[in-house]
């Protein structure tokens, strides 16, 4: 920690010097220093999404979307316990640019007879595409320091993100709860909300209301060129999709204008513990929220029971079933040694499912992180 007087209000305040850009504590004005030369430079386009929520306002948010997500609304007070709420308000770069692709590519001939008068099956296809976006990157370094906010980004097209940086419209703008019930926001009052981007105000300590505010820690460059990036894979997975055989895709890119915002969010853990018989076989591990503060979205969540869980304690049930079964066999009648056989199969079949559900869902979570690989992304697309 070193002691630097701010560039705006001259008060003099501890910062850590590792970050690239300053907040003075006092005035809450942002700014460079170089080392070097003492040289201070204020960063003017700094901005924050005032954050709307408290700790008991989310824990009751997250009740109302795990009513929405439960067969039984009612016993969902009894049987989930919010074990930790925190808040965060963290800066990301967001580049508003334009992206314009122009693609080239085959496309299989549908009907064979048309073959005939073609050597080749194929037909050249070439198109394209404009695109705006506010591009969000995460201005600290250790991108999977909270839970899934690694992965935002959830696109209307069939394509698998293989980047952190997210579109800061469509992502602060889904997952309502209130939008999805229509229990309390009506469509003209939904329609009347602003975009999360329109309701930001310079930077100040007070608007994160209560959320620690975390540091700048990644330069405008690095953020710039990350963007970059993520809009060309974005674009080239979209534009693939047009042809069998992508052969020239090209993305050009208009930079408008690059601001630091430091965005609010949630992260909260609940419990399952079910009040039937489930309770003896479900192991209650924590399970994972993520809500934005603005308006309240859920943007990744975790769900208690899912399918596999129902598969594999079906299983158990079964086996016990199975045991008892045998147990009358041996000591009454013989004719216990079929139903024990009986619900052996399903035991067994229920277990072969779970396990084979688990090795799905292991699999296509080594292709994510193929994905994410850029000598593995060229290897599919080339
Ligand atoms: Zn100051």
Not at 27 to 35: G, M, P, Y
Not at 92 to 120: C, D, M, N
Not at 159 to 173: E, I, K, M
Not at 327 to 337: I, L
Request: proline residues 4%; hydrophobic residues 45%.
């Amino acid at each position: 920690m070193h002691e630097l007087s701010c560039p705006s209000c001259n008060a003099s305040a501890q910062y850590e010097l590792k970050n690239y850009l300053l907040m003075c504590p006092f005035c809450s004005t942002t700014f460079a220093v170089d080392l070097a030369t003492g040289r201070k430079d204020i960063q003017a386009d700094h901005f924050i999404i005032p954050n709307a929520f408290d700790a008991a306002q989310i824990r009751n948010l997250v009740f109302r979307w795990l009513k929405r997500m439960h067969s039984d609304p009612k016993n969902v007070e009894r049987e989930y316990a919010v074990t930790n709420v925190s808040g965060y308000s963290i800066p990301y770069w967001i580049i508003s640019l334009e992206a314009h692709t122009v693609w080239k590519g085959l496309i299989k001939r549908q009907k064979i007879s048309l073959a005939e008068f073609s050597p080749s099956p194929y037909i050249l296809e070439t198109g394209q595409f404009r695109r705006n976006y506010r591009w969000a990157i995460s201005a600290r370094h250790n991108i999977c320091e909270h839970w899934e906010l690694v992965q935002l980004h959830e696109p209307k097209e069939p394509v698998r993100v293989a980047w952190d940086g997210f579109p800061l419209d469509s992502t602060l703008s889904r997952g309502r709860i209130d939008a999805a019930t229509g229990v309390k926001t009506s469509k003209e009052d939904l329609e009347a909300e602003l975009p999360a981007y329109n309701v930001r105000e310079y930077f100040e300590f007070k608007y994160s209301n209560g959320l620690p505010i975390l540091a700048i820690e990644v330069h405008e460059e690095e953020a710039l060129r990350r963007a970059k990036q993520h809009v060309d894979l974005y674009h080239l997975a979209i534009a693939s999709m047009n042809v069998d055989i992508p052969i020239d895709i090209c993305s050009e890119l208009e930079i408008a204008s690059v601001q630091l915002i430091h965005l609010p969010f949630w992260h909260v853990q609940y419990i399952y513990r079910p009040s039937n018989l489930l309770r003896f076989f479900q192991k209650s591990d924590q399970k994972n929220v993520i809500i934005e503060g603005y308006s309240g979205g859920v943007l990744k969540s975790e769900l208690a029971l899912v399918q596999q869980d129902k598969i594999r304690i079906n299983a158990i049930v079964c086996l016990i079933a199975a045991i008892m079964a045998g147990f009358c066999g041996v000591v009454w009648h013989f004719a216990f040694f079929l139903v024990a056989l009986f619900f052996l199969a399903v035991s067994a079949t229920s277990f072969y499912l779970a396990a084979s559900k688990n090795q799905k869902k292991e699999l296509a979570n080594s292709a994510l992180s193929m994905a994410s690989d850029p000598a593995a992304k060229l290897g599919t697309t080339g």
